[in-house]
């Protein structure tokens, strides 16, 4: 293309195309080496687990083909399907106590007071806590003879709790453990939700005669809410696939009391060896996971539009 081409309208623009195209043959390599990461980081293990949730497979031995028996199994498997409802009721736990006591907290903190900056670090140091050694504590706390929980009912007259030995409070008090664990993870979130809030709203209401509830109930609540909604996003996710805490305090006992999906398929494929069926337990534990948080996502949606 000569010169005087090149100056016209339409010669400019044929340049550039031809520039991008030469731009996309040359460049577009770059983008192999991530291509083969995520192939080789998530699609063909994905694939690979797909391929055993269709056989009979067991470490150390053959493995046959089975087609969908092991998804069948599952849904006629009643230790499967307590420990979906047990997930189900850890996980609405430990998303409902930590939202309210996360917003409150952020409430609390969001005012002026002496050692705010004390108290803020002190809240939050639970967070920085390992899982594991934030379990091993608390199963130590929760001894029924030993543990100082125990001795601080007495001191009030209050019987002993046999805590995680007990079927009917090993639920609730794993969800304590989450709720002391991540409740400043809410707070630090909404925390900064309520910095970025604007004041106007604030000070026509003050004009109004409104009172501090009513500010709370019609401009910081609906202001605050895409924040509390990403909270909620992230405990959810969390909370239904807590692995570490309910093994190292509890290993899915008494008996099978506190057995999630995730204790559950660890125990079918490095407890039983059978990897086809844990297979499966992953497919269908990824598929709720995924139903959830396109659900969680819709209400984002849902409130955002709202606002």
Same mark, same amino acid.
Do not use: C
């Given at each position: 293309?000569?010169?005087?081409?090149?100056?016209?309208?339409?010669?400019?623009?044929?340049?550039?195309?031809?520039?991008?195209?030469?731009?996309?043959?040359?460049?577009?390599?770059?983008?192999?080496?991530?291509?083969?990461?995520?192939?080789?980081?998530?699609?063909? #293990?994905?694939?690979?687990?797909?391929?055993?949730?269709?056989?009979?497979?067991?470490?150390?031995?053959?493995?046959?083909?089975?087609?969908?028996?092991?998804?069948?199994?599952?849904?006629?498997?009643?230790?499967?399907?307590?420990?979906?409802?047990?997930?189900?009721?850890?996980?609405?736990?430990?998303?409902?106590?930590?939202?309210?006591?996360?917003?409150?907290?952020?409430?609390?903190?969001?005012?002026?007071? #002496?050692?705010?900056?004390?108290?803020?670090?002190?809240?939050?140091?639970?967070?920085?806590?390992?899982?594991?050694?934030?379990?091993?504590?608390?199963?130590?706390?929760?001894?029924?003879?030993?543990?100082?929980?125990?001795?601080?009912?007495?001191?009030?007259?209050?019987?002993?709790?046999?805590?995680?030995?007990?079927?009917?409070?090993?639920?609730?008090?794993?969800?304590?453990?989450?709720?002391?664990?991540?409740?400043?993870?809410?707070?630090?979130?909404?925390?900064?939700?309520?910095?970025?809030?604007?004041?106007?709203?604030?000070?026509?209401?003050?004009?109004?005669?409104?009172?501090?509830?009513?500010?709370?109930?019609?401009?910081?609540?609906?202001?605050?809410?895409?924040?509390?909604?990403?909270?909620?996003?992230?405990?959810?996710?969390?909370?239904?696939?807590?692995?570490?805490?309910?093994?190292?305090?509890?290993?899915?006992?008494?008996?099978?009391?506190?057995?999630?999906?995730?204790?559950?398929?660890?125990?079918?494929?490095?407890?039983?060896?059978?990897?086809?069926?844990?297979?499966?337990?992953?497919?269908?534990?990824?598929?709720?996971?995924?139903?959830?948080?396109?659900?969680?996502?819709?209400?984002?949606?849902?409130?955002?539009?709202?606002?």
């Amino acid at each position: 293309m000569n010169n005087a081409t090149a100056a016209l309208p339409g010669g400019r623009a044929a340049a550039g195309t031809t520039r991008r195209r030469n731009y996309a043959r040359h460049y577009g390599w770059f983008v192999v080496p991530a291509g083969v990461v995520v192939l080789a980081v998530i699609l063909f #293990p994905w694939a690979f687990t797909l391929f055993m949730s269709a056989h009979d497979w067991k470490i150390g031995g053959g493995h046959a083909y089975v087609g969908f028996d092991n998804y069948r199994k599952l849904f006629t498997d009643d230790r499967f399907l307590w420990s979906v409802a047990r997930t189900l009721y850890f996980t609405a736990l430990a998303v409902l106590l930590p939202m309210v006591l996360g917003v409150a907290a952020a409430l609390v903190f969001n005012r002026n007071f #002496p050692l705010r900056g004390l108290a803020r670090t002190i809240f939050i140091l639970p967070m920085m806590a390992t899982p594991v050694a934030v379990a091993l504590v608390w199963t130590m706390m929760f001894h029924p003879q030993l543990g100082v929980l125990n001795w601080i009912l007495m001191q009030f007259g209050i019987p002993p709790s046999m805590w995680i030995y007990d079927a009917k409070t090993v639920i609730p008090t794993l969800v304590m453990v989450e709720v002391w664990h991540w409740t400043p993870l809410v707070m630090l979130i909404v925390l900064g939700g309520l910095a970025s809030l604007p004041q106007d709203p604030y000070e026509a209401a003050k004009i109004d005669g409104a009172s501090p509830w009513q500010s709370f109930r019609h401009i910081t609540l609906p202001l605050l809410m895409p924040f509390i909604v990403v909270a909620l996003i992230i405990r959810a996710i969390d909370a239904l696939k807590a692995f570490d805490t309910i093994y190292v305090i509890t290993q899915g006992g008494p008996g099978t009391s506190s057995e999630t999906i995730n204790i559950f398929l660890y125990l079918q494929g490095f407890a039983y060896y059978n990897m086809g069926y844990a297979s499966a337990v992953v497919v269908v534990f990824f598929l709720l996971i995924v139903s959830l948080a396109g659900l969680l996502l819709w209400t984002r949606n849902r409130v955002k539009d709202a606002l």
